[in-house]
């Protein structure tokens, strides 16, 4: 097992550079399925889910090769089964974005249910009854969902609830169908938009992805194609909160401003100084400590979910009083109780926590949930006097490529230990 040990106490500076984006190279991934022949995918993030996902496909019979700076060659005309065992399912959910792909392409999947989640349910009732909707038989026994049909067809689906993945399985399962699918209520993720680029670089027709209204028209054979993902806005609003709650002065890198424009605004309502460039984010906080802010998350473009956490931690230690409402996830405030444990003052009350800012928090050791929930602790660890030991920090590395290394190299006190 690993731990993180950080001493903080010290404004961030320089720059850091932002890798791709967790959220669109998994159902890219996944989308390599539908291809008579290999793609290779550029600015791949190097990160344990990624690993996961090539497991995945690997045990498919899939040929996978790491290219030069982190790009892969996915050959997906040598798959032997349709099969994504539980041992893999429970420990990535994304997992179930080959369902979609394998039924498009072959016709048929089994597909473990991913269990429960630290964050909630997540249910995948959406991607199943779309799938349905579109002629596939689906059963789900012994926690598998085994699902066959001669060939999709296009279907006109009204999703109950926005969901990212659910989008994403039901857009790559009309790519392949015969006829024309429009999805109603779609999730505008730019991740979404980054998967519907992919899928047409490979002669897809998929119209209007990034609004709630997506067309696509089903075509026959999809080919390889050489695509590069798109960087990751979490990862991004996360070093810059780095900037903000320490005080700093931070430029982060081979990113894309126009992708968080709910985050940009509310560093600005914390006092933070913003300039950006065509790829670049420079977060200025002049010493100072930040005011609180108000945030309720949403579906893009509202406020992230997965920026939440992040700013639980910077309301932490901000003059006045935030409070933070969840309304996509039911269970996503875990980070609460262990910022607590370093002195910070927060009222959980439902879905909303309201966090009175403190002069300061003290480290303490304090134990990592989730992906998400990680991140905080090792923000308000930044800030935090003395040392602070963050343990299971598997969960990070799910979801951020070298972040010890990016955040020294912003100055922090940061080291991972082995225990
Ligand atoms: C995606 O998860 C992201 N993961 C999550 O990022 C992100 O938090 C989430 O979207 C919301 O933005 C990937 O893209 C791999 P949803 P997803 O389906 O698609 C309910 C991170 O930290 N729902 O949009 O699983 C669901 O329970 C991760 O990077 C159903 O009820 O999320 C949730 O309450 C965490 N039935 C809501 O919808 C369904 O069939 C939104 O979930 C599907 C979803």
Known sequence: MNKLIIRGGIPLSGQVQVSGAKNAVLPILAGALLASGPVIIRNVPHL???????ELLGQMGVSLTMGEKMSIEVDPTTIKNTFAPYEVVKTMRASILVLGPLLARYGEAEV???GG??????????HLSGLAAMGAKINVEQGYIKARVDRL?????VMDQVTVTGTENLMMAASLASGTSVIENAAREPEVIDLANFINAMGGRIENAGTDTI???????????DYTVLPDRIETGTYLVAAAITGGKVLVKYTDPKLLDAVLAKLVEAGALIDIGDDWIELDMEGKK???????TAPYPGFPTDMQAQFCALNAIAEGTGSVTETVFENRFMHIQEISRLGANVNLEGNTAIIRG?????GAQVMATDLRA???????GLVAKGETVVERIYHIDRGYDHIEEKLAGLGAQIQRVSY
């Open 358 to 362: 403190v002069k300061n928090l003290n």
């Open 374 to 380: 990680s991140a905080s602790l090792i923000l308000a």
């Open 290 to 296: 930040p005011n609180s802010v108000n945030i309720r």
């Open 215 to 225: 067309t696509i028209h089903g075509v026959e054979k999809l080919h390889g194609c």
């Open 153 to 157: 067809k296009g279907a006109r689906i």
């Open 117 to 126: 989640c630290a964050i909630g349910a997540r249910p995948v009732d959406m």
């Open 48 to 54: 344990h889910d990624v690993t996961t996902t090539m």
């Open 112 to 114: 473990s249910l991913p």
